[in-house]
């Protein structure tokens, strides 16, 4: 009897110390959690800054058909296709994960060049940008832009 009375107490720090080592794994775990998501947005920012905004992106979205003469025209087609092999580029070399978050930036810019374009050509953009991975064999093949247009 006389043992377990000094059995107790020990047991009873055992307890306290697994109960709080568990506590603060959990409180850390959450922590890592929550900076890994700050991180991962902040990476997405971060490459779409190292790829020029994906102004070639940008360039082909806004690209508006011309109506002109046919020279023109198909020299307005030849500088289109160019900034659509320029912006695949660009998109290639950012991270799948932050290819929709990135295009979602470039179609928020133009939304917000007031003045610019009026709710057809903005939805056209939109639209173009929602395909624009497939267009350029990336995953993912469809960016779900489609709540950006206000």
Do not use: W
Request: charged residues 25%; neutral net charge; proline residues 3%.
């Amino acid at each position: 009897m006389h043992t377990m009375a000094k059995l107790t107490p020990l047991l009873a720090c055992f307890v306290a110390l697994l109960v709080l080592t568990t506590a603060f794994g959990y409180s850390t775990t959450i922590t890592t959690t929550v900076v890994e998501e700050e991180n991962k947005g902040m990476g997405c920012k971060r490459q779409f800054e190292q790829q020029q905004q994906l102004y070639h992106c940008k360039m082909y979205l806004t690209q508006r058909s011309p109506s002109e003469k046919i020279s023109l025209r198909s020299f307005k087609n030849l500088q289109t296709e160019e900034h659509l092999n320029d912006c695949c580029q660009q998109l290639e070399k950012i991270k799948e994960g932050c290819r929709c978050r990135n295009l979602k930036r470039v179609v928020q810019q133009q939304q917000q060049e007031e003045g610019s374009y009026g709710a057809q050509e903005m939805e056209e953009i939109v639209e173009k940008a929602q395909y624009l991975p497939s267009k350029c064999n990336l995953e993912p093949q469809e960016c779900q832009l489609r709540a950006v247009v206000f």
